[in-house]
C-alpha cells in the first residue's frame, strides 16, 4: 500500500485530487496540508511514501517553490514527489525538472492520468505530464529558430528568487525562506534583473505576469 501526502492552498484542488486517488488499487490517502507548515507537521508523524504538491503555495513557515522541494528531498531523502503546478512557463518546469522530483504535472491533467502518474512514481520510475513534454519542447524548438531567449541564461537560484520576490516576498523574506543572507539574494536579484533588461521592480512583476512566473 502507498501512503500518499496531498498539499494545495486550493480546497478544491485538494478535492480533486481525492476523487481521482480514491479509487486507484494500492493506494491510501495518509493525509493533506494546505501549506509548507502544515504538510511538514504531517511528513513529520512519518509513515508517508509519495507526496502531490502544489509548486507555488505561499504562506507557509518553509517556503514553495523549489525552496520548499529542496528542503523536502534533504528532511526525506526516501520521499517521493510529484509536482503539481499552473505555471506554463518552460524554463520554470524546466527548473523543478532538473530539481530531482519524481513527477511533473500541470492541474490541467485529468483523473486518468494522475493515477497513472503516481502509479509510475510509486513504482519506482519518473513521469512528466503530457502538456509538460510540449511546453518544454516547443521551447526548444522557438530556442532553436529564434535563439535563446534572455532568461534562459538565469541560474535556477536567480530564477526562484525572481519567482518568489514577484509572488509577494521581500528579498529579506526570501533570505530567510533560503537560509542564506540578503545581500546574496539582494545580488542574485540585480544580476537577473541585468541579464534581462529590466530596469525596475514594475517591469519585474509585468515580466512575470507574462512568462507565468506567478
Excluded: C, W
Excluded at 509513515?47 to 523536502?72: A, C, E, K, N, S
Excluded at 528531498?73 to 527548473?95: A, E, F, K, S
Excluded at 490541467?108 to 518544454?136: C, F, I, K, M, P
Amino acid at each position: 500500500m502507498t501512503r500518499i501526502a496531498i498539499a494545495d492552498d486550493h480546497p478544491l484542488v485538494l478535492i480533486g485530487l481525492q476523487r481521482a486517488l480514491e479509487g486507484a488499487l494500492g493506494v491510501e490517502i495518509a493525509g493533506e496540508a494546505n501549506n509548507s507548515t502544515e504538510l511538514v507537521a504531517l511528513l513529520d508523524q512519518g509513515g508517508v511514501d509519495l507526496l502531490i504538491t502544489d509548486f507555488h503555495m505561499p504562506g507557509g513557515r518553509f517556503g514553495d517553490g523549489g525552496t520548499l522541494v529542496g528542503f523536502l528531498q534533504r528532511r526525506y531523502p526516501q520521499l517521493r514527489i510529484i509536482v503539481i503546478t499552473m505555471l506554463t512557463n518552460p524554463l520554470v518546469l524546466q527548473q523543478i525538472l532538473s530539481s530531482g522530483v519524481q513527477g511533473l504535472l500541470l492541474k490541467n491533467a485529468g483523473h486518468d492520468e494522475t493515477v497513472h502518474a503516481v502509479a509510475n512514481v510509486a513504482a519506482g520510475h519518473t513521469y512528466v505530464g503530457r502538456s509538460v513534454r510540449e511546453l518544454v519542447a516547443g521551447v526548444s524548438v522557438a530556442a532553436a529558430e529564434q535563439g535563446a531567449e534572455a532568461a534562459q541564461l538565469l541560474s535556477p537560484r536567480e530564477l526562484e528568487v525572481l519567482r518568489l520576490f514577484v509572488s509577494g516576498l521581500t528579498v529579506s523574506e526570501i533570505a530567510t525562506l533560503q537560509h542564506r543572507s540578503v545581500k546574496t539574494v539582494s545580488h542574485q536579484k540585480v544580476a537577473a534583473l541585468r541579464k534581462l533588461g529590466i530596469e525596475n521592480d514594475r517591469d519585474l512583476y509585468e515580466y512575470g505576469l507574462r512568462n507565468g512566473l506567478i
